[in-house]
């Protein structure tokens, strides 16, 4: 859905993280934050939800997740 209504819209790419993250996929939802992140690399909210994915344990944190 977002490659076709906006595949360079960082905001659109954090809400289909957030929406698949809040759907029990959180591989999927990591993945779309950093593409988020890859599209805007100061994107705090985006940042702040792969965070969060990491907390709770989904995969092993990387030192530069978070790194902006």
């Keep these: ?3 076709k209504l ?3 819209d960082a905001v659109l790419w954090n809400r289909l993280g ?3 993250a809040n759907s029990g996929k959180p591989e999927l939802a990591i993945d779309a934050y ?3 992140l890859e599209l805007n690399p100061h994107f705090v909210r985006a940042r702040y939800n792969l965070g969060i994915r990491f907390v709770s344990g989904t995969r092993p944190f990387p030192p530069d997740a978070l790194a902006g």
């Design 1 to 3: 859905m977002v490659r």
């Design 6 to 8: 906006g595949p360079q």
């Design 34 to 36: 950093y593409k988020a």
């Design 18 to 20: 957030a929406t698949l």
